[in-house]
């Protein structure tokens, strides 16, 4: 609650495009509900400038990825960090919320609380204790006030782990689940019968993923095809690996609908019957649109090796570590060959209980994440106020 007669001031500070999406979409909810005006200043891009942010510097300064961009920019990135923490302790707001891009946002979390405490912070979109550097949740809390969290588990994690105060918001994924009759428009426009059985194949978003499960993905609708009469395969993908994509497929011994962007995607989504997918957040957007699915992942064999000690989680898919089981499964570096694939996903091909399964669990994922109450922007918008003094 704020000071009756003051207009209250939060500063938000995105360091990269999703983040900066997410602030757009809090900006627009907290001017919705804040009753007596409220001023928004700090870091973030289009989205963020198209809500009436002025950003202190262009976000482009910091929306860097990998040591190759991140090295050179090095020097700017520290400037940046030191700039944004001198303007929140110069304006001080009454909430600073950081925003994802932890490598950022983090550093500047840390240099506010230091030298403004009174400065109350909150971080939304959490980096990934949970899977490895538990001992991380300690240390936010030296610096963070209130985490915003996109997973249900999060919230008794964080209490548990760091005794930090963690509230449940709701993943942007659910903002994104297909609306009704999308399914029904994407078969009508590529002459696919209702009734007609749909396997969606994702290998990825970066040009390692893709280029390590391609060929893998299909191998695995090659034995599928040559089984299930009329199957259809469809492959969503995204700009920078469309080359990618469309160079491997031509190999393939199936045919493939490609599809590029957000609308697209989610209307397959709706007509599909089952998918393959890389390990990633699509598998939840796969969740909420309640498609049945296999998981597939491989890296590195020494990155591998490293990861799976370093991991503290029973499943890398978020599905699975929602529910808190096994319902997914998932086929991980040599594990991930086409014949184990395509047994797995024959079943949820089919009217099979294993079908029937999957479906009750995506039913009950719903349910678990909020699906169907508030927008998980308008939740995050009610937990930032609920910090003012």
């Known amino acids: 609650m704020s000071t009756p007669g003051r207009v209250p001031h939060i500063m938000l500070v995105a360091g990269e495009p999703s983040g900066d999406a ?4 809090l900006m627009e909810a907290l001017q919705s509900i804040a009753s007596g005006g409220l001023r928004i200043t700090g870091v973030g891009g289009p989205n963020m400038i198209g809500h009436g942010l002025t950003s202190v510097f262009p976000m482009s300064d910091t929306s860097v990825m990998g040591p190759r961009e991140v090295i050179p920019r090095l020097p700017l990135i520290l400037r940046r960090v030191r700039e944004t ?16 891009s932890p490598d950022f946002t983090h550093m500047v979390a840390k240099r506010v609380a230091k030298r403004a405490p009174g400065i109350k912070i909150a971080n939304y979109v959490s980096p990934s204790v949970w899977a490895w550097r538990r001992g991380r949740a300690r240390a936010m809390a030296k610096y963070v006030d209130r985490v915003l969290a996109l997973l249900p588990f999060e919230p008794d994690f964080f209490r548990a782990e ?23 428009r994407f078969r009508a426009a590529r002459g696919i019968a209702p009734d007609q059985p749909i396997l969606m194949l994702l290998p990825g978003s970066r040009t390692n993923e893709v280029k390590r499960l391609v060929a893998v993905f299909g191998e695995t609708a090659a034995l599928l095809a040559a089984e299930i009469p009329g199957l259809k395969f469809v492959v969503p993908t995204v700009p920078h690996v469309r080359h990618l994509v469309e160079e491997a497929v031509k190999s ?3 045919p493939v609908e490609l599809v590029e962007g ?3 995607k989610r209307a397959a989504f709706a007509a599909a019957t089952a998918a393959l997918a890389a390990s990633g957040t699509v598998t939840l ?10 998981v597939a992942y491989k890296i590195d064999a020494i990155a591998g090796w490293v990861v799976s000690g370093l991991l503290k989680v029973p499943s890398v898919v ?5 529910l808190d089981r096994p319902s997914v499964r998932e086929f991980l570096q040599y594990a991930a060959k086409p014949a184990a694939l395509a047994s797995a996903l024959r079943p949820l091909l089919h009217d099979t209980p294993d079908r029937a399964r999957a479906l009750a669990d995506l039913a ?11 927008r998980p922007s308008l939740r995050a918008a009610r937990a930032v106020l609920e910090m003012l003094p």
């Open 22 to 25: 997410l602030g757009g979409e």
């Open 364 to 374: 009950e994922l719903r349910t678990v994440m909020g699906v169907g109450g508030d």
């Open 285 to 294: 957007e796969l969740g909420l649109a309640g498609v049945p699915m296999v």
């Open 318 to 322: 978020i599905v699975n570590l929602i």
């Open 162 to 184: 760091a005794g930090l105060d963690c509230v449940y918001v709701g993943h942007p994924a659910i903002e994104r689940i297909p609306a009704p009759g999308e399914g029904a």
């Open 252 to 254: 393939w011994r199936v």
């Open 85 to 100: 923490a001198a303007f929140a302790v110069a304006e001080k707001p009454d909430v600073l919320v950081i925003i994802d």
């Open 262 to 264: 957000e609308i697209e």
